[in-house]
């Protein structure tokens, strides 16, 4: 399999095959003598059969030469697989499998069979040997070594060479069986649509349609174009069907202490709710707030002001985001649910859970519970400005960990709520960046800093929220995030003071590899590699110790490359920025 080898130097040099792709000279191979083997059978190899060494023959695997390089390590089998793997090792640990399940043509002889996708045909080398029924040791990690070989496995084994520090995860959560149809919604900011039209907002939507969201819940200020705006929001989802909106009152900018108030709230309800765009839930219109707790809109007391507002109105299903104790959330009858906004990132320096979400919902009881699901957080505004100055750990596959999460509790959630398409100050964005009139004094870290490499990897999980099954993978896709700079790096002119929280974070380039049968992968950043030369179909999660320069990636399979992405031009991690920036910059394949 040359092609393979070529595909990866023509990005040389960094994409350079390690040497121990390549490590065995065939013509040594050649010249020692073939030993005699005896076929044993097609072997599964999940776990891993033959685990005590391992090479590759890209162009000329056979058998006979899979025996000799074994033989000349000391080992009495020899194993080939996948069309050019060769395993050595001492032990058998279970008895043969169906011959049919070994049929990949070996890369140096087409008119044999070298195994198959995780199956191995067996050779005895020589005279009878003893079998165990020992299991081989695999590992989660690979540490940081000398391009020195490590398996690493969860659900599948694979070869691994790194020269940093990286992590290979191939699980996923299983989607609790569909009792209902789930919503999976996109928190936008109107504010931040200053110069948009009909057309603009009919383009976000169409983006957020084909990465499987169904609608967006509208934060909304009480100035006057932001009225405007919300028009425009609404035509554009009547006229592109099946996308839906609903209002998310920002009461952090829109006040809430007069009935004029309570007027305007239930006027924009009412001037709505007839649309074929507008958002319903249990039958009744949909309305969130981004806090509301203190809202009592002329009428002494939040329940009556809440109370009035839907008398003036007709009535919703309010599920605001407040952040008052959850153990007051069961006696608040004002209240019909809750949107859960800080259960998308974790407050601290340990990697999100679920104990946030269990809290709520026992708290709720009966009343609807929302989660929110966000791929990172960064704000870095002065105290001359918002004094919003940290960050939240958005590391471990955040996007990919939170939606797996919310995958494994689908039958308990009201909906899900992305945090966010356009909040660019909190840099959790995933639609495009908007230019600097939609911004909120964010260029600063936002600029070169695309997110929209994200929306493939949404439209993967979100079939398995909203229906409770995994879409098939159809096609390989490669996703790619880091942040610009170590959390150590000392800028040379910062802005503002170093970010709180800012040791929370990992110094690390993360991916999401969907494979739609087992292939090959590599990923570098600056002079860091890894590669794997068999991962499995499904889900790869892989993480890898960043360096400065570029980043890559690529996915190899039968010797052809079918997707690879290279950042120059683009993006390169430094050691020496000029100011702080904890954002990431994604990118896809």
């Known amino acids: 399999m040359r092609t393979f080898l070529l ?26 003598a073939t030993p005699q083997i005896t076929a044993l059978g097609c072997y599964y190899d999940n776990p891993r059969l033959l ?14 030469v899979c025996a000799t390089y074994c033989q000349s390590k000391g080992f009495k089998y020899a194993g080939v697989e996948y069309g050019f793997q060769c395993f050595c090792g001492n032990a058998l640990s279970r008895s043969p499998a169906a011959a049919t399940n070994c049929a990949v043509a070996c890369t140096g002889d087409k008119t044999q069979t070298c195994g198959g996708s995780y199956y191995m045909n067996v050779f005895q080398i020589g005279a009878a040997a003893a079998t165990s029924t020992a299991k081989p040791t695999t590992v989660l990690a690979v540490a940081a070594t000398s391009t020195v070989k490590a398996t690493t496995t969860s659900s599948a084994a694979a070869s691994a060479w ?14 609790q069986a569909a009792a209902t149809t789930k919503a999976l919604y996109a928190h936008h900011i109107v504010g931040n649509t200053y110069t948009y ?36 929001a609404y035509a554009a989802a009547q006229a592109a069907g099946n996308f839906k909106m609903f209002f998310s009152f920002d009461f952090t900018a829109f006040s809430c202490s007069s009935a004029s108030d309570a007027q305007t709230v239930a006027g924009l309800v009412n001037q709505y709710k007839g649309s074929s765009a507008q958002a319903f839930y249990n039958g009744k219109v949909l309305v969130s707030t981004f806090a509301g707790d203190a809202c009592t809109f002329g009428q002494g007391s939040v329940t009556a002001g809440w109370n009035y507002v839907r008398q003036l109105s007709g009535g919703f299903y309010l599920v605001p985001a407040i952040f008052s104790s959850p153990s007051t959330f069961g006696s608040a009858t004002w209240l019909d649910g809750e949107f859960n906004w800080n259960s998308g990132w974790p407050m601290g ?12 919902m026992n708290a709720l009881g009966s009343k609807g519970y929302a989660a929110a699901v966000s791929p990172a957080f960064f704000t870095y505004y002065g105290p001359n400005s918002y ?33 966010s398409w356009n909040d660019f100050g909190e840099s959790h964005y995933v639609g495009p960046i908007a230019p600097a009139q939609d911004q909120p004094g964010s260029t600063g870290w936002t600029n070169n800093m695309p997110h929209t490499g994200w929306l493939g990897l949404i439209a993967y999980y979100a079939p398995a929220f909203k229906t409770g099954a995994y879409p098939a993978i159809t096609t390989d896709q490669l996703f790619l995030w880091t942040r610009p700079h170590s959390k150590n790096a000392v800028p040379t002119n910062p802005t503002n003071a170093k970010p709180s929280n800012w040791q929370y974070t990992d110094d690390k380039l993360y991916a999401v590899v969907l494979l739609t049968a087992p292939a090959a992968v590599k990923i570098t950043s600056g002079g860091n590699y890894v590669t794997y030369n068999y991962l499995p179909k499904g889900v790869n999660k ?24 290279n950042s120059a031009g683009q993006f390169s991690y430094t050691a020496t920025p000029s100011d702080y920036n904890f954002n990431y910059f994604v990118a896809s394949a």
């Open 162 to 175: 790194s020269n940093a520090a990286a992590t290979l995860v191939t699980t996923t959560v299983s989607p």
């Open 51 to 64: 685990a005590t060494t391992w090479t590759d023959f890209y162009t000329n695997s056979t058998p006979a």
């Open 7 to 32: 595909a990866l130097s023509a990005l040389a040099p960094v994409l350079a095959l390690p040497a121990e792709l390549n490590s065995l000279d065939s013509r040594a191979v050649a010249e020692r």
């Open 387 to 419: 004094n919003k100055n940290w960050i939240y750990r958005s590391d471990d596959w955040l996007l990919a960990t939170r939606m797996e999460q919310l995958i494994g509790m689908r039958n308990k959630l009201a909906f899900a709520e992305l945090i």
């Open 197 to 232: 039209t009909q057309t603009d907002w009919a383009n976000d939507i169409k983006a957020a349609k084909g990465a499987g969201i169904d609608g967006f819940a509208l934060n909304m200020g009480n100035i006057g174009w932001e009225f405007t705006s919300v028009g425009y």
């Open 349 to 360: 320096a340990a990697p999100l859970d679920t104990s946030s979400d269990v809290t709520y």
């Open 542 to 565: 892989i993480s890898l110790a960043s360096g400065v320069g570029t980043i890559t990636g690529i996915i190899v399979r039968n010797g052809v490359t079918v997707k690879s992405y």
